[in-house]
């Protein structure tokens, strides 16, 4: 069955980096758009970056742009979202999903049919 599995995650300082993964069984994260969300305590799930399926094509918010790259790495079957110069808004619980083919947005959860179990990222001030 299709499962996403995220690792990664951590405490770290401001102005740090990570790399979280996001590996998937059951399907090819090739084959699917792939996303990657975040959602801090008292706030709605919201869209980091998406990666176009069997393409470099990426999508990132405007508050990590130029920051955070995602990527996927098709013989290991994971997706990556490089996380750098990490700012304490950064933190939050964070999602890697499988959109639905034929979404119409992007940074919308609703178009995301399966989710990891999340992976806690801490970026302290």
């Known amino acids: 069955q299709v499962q996403l599995v995220e690792s990664g995650g951590g405490l770290v300082q401001a102005g740090a980096s990570l790399r979280l993964a996001c590996t998937g069984s059951g399907f090819k994260v090739d084959d699917y758009d792939m996303g990657w969300f975040r959602q801090a305590p008292g706030k709605e799930r919201e869209g980091v970056s998406m990666?176009?399926?069997?393409?470099?094509?990426?999508y990132f918010r405007d508050s990590v742009q130029g920051r955070f790259n995602i990527r996927r790495d098709v013989s290991k079957n994971l997706v990556y979202l490089q996380m750098s110069n990490l700012k304490p808004e950064d933190t939050a619980v964070y999602y890697c999903a499988r959109r639905r083919p034929l979404g119409s947005n992007w940074a919308d959860f609703s178009d995301y049919d399966y989710w990891g179990q999340g992976t806690q990222v801490t970026v302290a001030a």
């Open positions: 990666i176009i399926r069997r393409s470099i094509t990426k």
